[in-house]
T-cell receptor, first 115, second 115 residues
Framework: ETGVTQTPRHLVMGMTNKKSLKCEQH?????MYWYKQSAKKPLELMFV???????ENNSVPSRFSPECPNSSHLFLHLHTLQPEDSALYLC??????????????FGSGTRLTVV | AQSVTQLGSHVSVSEGALVLLRCNYS??????LFWYVQYPNQGLQLLLK??????LVKGINGFEAEFKKSETSFHLTKPSAHMSDAAEYFC?????????????FGAGTRLAVHP
């Protein structure tokens, strides 16, 4: 158990479906992150929430919609995805202080397959 | 802007041989530096980190890394590779900007260990 829990671990969805990924942490962290990891590509930072406010959105298509209702929970709502969106989606949390030396704690990821 | 370069996307060693994974960073001031490991279909796990103090940092699973400011490097080593070390390794830097804890990751190095 890493302290960051992601559900579901695996998800297969059609291009017209709507689904959500969930991330939960009880580490007392105040920053949470979504990353996309595709085969043979570097980690792509998608969204950053610090103190429940979205502070970074790296040109992510609108078919991905994040939500951070409180400092312990982070969601990624998915709709009308494309096959190229198939990837491992990783959630992470950290202490959000400037220049923090804490690093991130990662969840185990959700393996998403779009058919 | 800060960046991280990992030399070699794939490294292959024999079991029992030295492991050396290279990481160079660009930064105007010494940042905090991290190494993460990722096993298949898992999230990233912190191996070790450098913040301040001793430049030789020891981590889990027998890995260590040395911060060399003059070379802007933070290479990861292990004296004797084990089959279980086969994984992908990511170097990351935490810059002092942005108002929140933001890690910048390298592209990763996949380590293969053969008998």
């Amino acid at each position: 158990e890493t302290g960051v829990t992601q559900t579901p671990r695996h998800l297969v969805m059609g291009m017209t479906n709507k689904k959500s990924l969930k991330c939960e942490q009880h580490l007392g962290h105040n920053a949470m992150y979504w990353y996309k990891q595709s085969a043979k590509k570097p980690l792509e930072l998608m969204f950053v929430y610090s103190l429940e406010e979205r502070v970074e959105n790296n040109s992510v298509p609108s078919r991905f919609s994040p939500e951070c209702p409180n400092s312990s929970h982070l969601f990624l709502h998915l709709h009308t995805l494309q096959p190229e969106d198939s990837a491992l989606y990783l959630c992470a949390s950290s202490q959000g202080r400037l220049g923090s030396n804490y690093g991130y704690t990662f969840g185990s990821g959700t393996r998403l397959t779009v058919v | 802007a800060q960046s991280v370069t990992q030399l070699g996307s794939h490294v292959s060693v024999s079991e029992g041989a030295l492991v050396l994974l290279r990481c160079n960073y660009s930064s105007s001031v010494p940042p905090y530096l991290f190494w993460y490991v990722q096993y298949p279909n898992q999230g990233l796990q912190l191996l070790l980190k450098y913040t301040t103090g001793a430049t030789l940092v020891k981590g889990i699973n027998g890995f260590e890394a040395e911060f060399k400011k003059s070379e802007t490097s933070f290479h990861l080593t292990k004296p004797s590779a084990h089959m279980s070390d086969a994984a992908e390794y990511f170097c990351a830097v935490s810059p002092f900007s942005g108002g929140y804890n933001k890690l910048i990751f390298g592209a990763g190095t996949r380590l293969a260990v053969h008998p």
